[in-house]
């Protein structure tokens, strides 16, 4: 859980000074994840897609996770 924090502070950090990346925003996804925070998962996934998240490798791990804690696609589930 300490690397989890210390990430999610680095992310957090990082998305003060630059909030238009998608990449900080779905790692900060994944983070919420794994941290079983749905609402803020949901909401940084979806800041993440509109902003034009186009990294496959990240995607494809966004959605592993979120079938993994049993979630899903917000987008899909129309939330």
């Given at each position: 859980l300490g690397?989890?924090?210390?990430?999610?502070?680095?992310?957090?950090?990082?998305?003060?000074?630059?909030?238009?990346?998608?990449?900080?925003?779905?790692y900060l996804s994944l983070i919420c994840l794994q941290t079983q925070r749905r609402l803020e998962a949901e909401q940084s996934y979806k800041f993440a897609v509109n902003l034009g998240l186009n990294d496959q490798a990240l995607l494809t791990a966004l959605h592993s996770q979120q079938q993994a804690v049993g979630y899903g696609n917000p987008l899909l589930l129309g939330v």
């Open positions: 690397n989890l924090e210390e990430a999610e502070a680095a992310f957090a950090e990082s998305n003060v000074y630059e909030n238009n990346d998608p990449e900080v925003w779905a």
